[in-house]
């Protein structure tokens, strides 16, 4: 049985708590029912000083769409060697 394509949207700018971010790659994963945000090596790292993690996501498309403040309902984080992935998980945005 065949697996379904992903579709992956490249993301051109961050902003995590309105937080100017930069990366290695980037990109966000719509399903049906949550959004996904891939973040690969985030600087500065997504741990904010008053608090534990992050609360909102702002985010620019590589085609120039942009979607203001999401708020994050959940992250993973996964570490290797030469890299950081950050997960976060959201709803989708009203459209």
């Known amino acids: 049985m065949e697996q379904p394509s992903r579709s992956l949207v490249p ?3 961050i ?3 309105d937080t100017p971010t930069g990366f290695t790659h980037a990109f966000v994963e719509r399903l049906a ?3 996904m945000i ?3 090596n985030p600087v500065p790292i997504p741990i904010m000083e008053n608090r534990e993690y992050v609360l909102t996501l702002s985010f620019e ?5 942009f979607f203001p403040s999401l708020n994050i309902e959940s992250f993973e984080i996964a ?7 950050y997960r976060f ?4 945005a009203d459209q």
């Open 38 to 40: 891939e973040i690969v």
């Open 61 to 65: 498309e590589q085609d120039g769409y």
């Open 89 to 92: 998980f959201m709803y989708p």
């Open 33 to 35: 029912y949550e959004w």
């Open 11 to 13: 993301l051109k700018k």
């Open 15 to 17: 902003w995590l708590d």
């Open 79 to 85: 570490e290797g060697n030469d890299f950081t992935v």
